[in-house]
């Protein structure tokens, strides 16, 4: 083995806007849909809510991911938001882990009319589809929020991710 003083995936002629999106960052979502063998799910970060009526939440996806697939049959998905706890969780559903018998065995899932839920999330919306489009490299969602449980922050923080890392959001001290 080599060991390099340098970044293995450094680009030599960074893109610009891909630097600019990193260091706006965001909170981790796990995105699952499906049931049985057709399970599939995505970390994704490029996502906001809209509020109204109804009130969507908006996502770029991986237009060739299994999720993005599986939320095309199903038009239905589930998006939990993770902890600081749920790091290998994250890695294993972006690919960039190892998941020995897949992604759905390193945490405990429940069946939803939605699709999968990470079971301990305490937050957590059960979306339907509503369109998608092509929006550069990426498929944008429209999902509407039909079922929300929305429960305490968790107690280690929320895992967010800015400049390809994970970052721990806490709560404000004092609030």
Do not use: Y
């Not at 969602?141 to 923080?157: K, M, N």
């Amino acid at each position: 083995m080599t060991i390099h003083d340098t970044h293995p995936f450094a680009d030599s002629d960074p893109d610009p806007a891909r630097r600019f999106r990193a260091r706006v960052g965001g909170a981790v979502c796990l995105w699952t849909s499906g049931e049985g063998r057709n399970r599939a799910g995505l970390t994704v970060t490029s996502l906001m809510i809209a509020l109204g009526e109804p009130a969507q939440v908006l996502a770029l996806l991986d237009p060739d991911s299994d999720l993005t697939d599986a939320l095309r049959e199903t038009g239905r998905a589930v998006v939990s938001p993770l902890a600081w706890t749920d790091r290998d969780l994250a890695e294993a559903f972006a690919g960039t882990a190892p998941a020995p018998g897949g992604p759905f065995r390193v945490a405990a899932f429940t069946d939803t009319e939605w699709g999968p839920r990470l079971a301990p999330a305490a937050t957590w919306a059960g979306v339907e589809l509503v369109e998608e489009r092509e929006v550069g490299w990426s498929a944008l969602v429209a999902c509407r929020l039909v079922e929300v449980e929305v429960g305490d922050d968790p107690s280690s923080g929320v895992l967010g991710h800015r400049r390809g890392r994970f970052v721990r959001w806490a709560e404000p001290s004092g609030g």
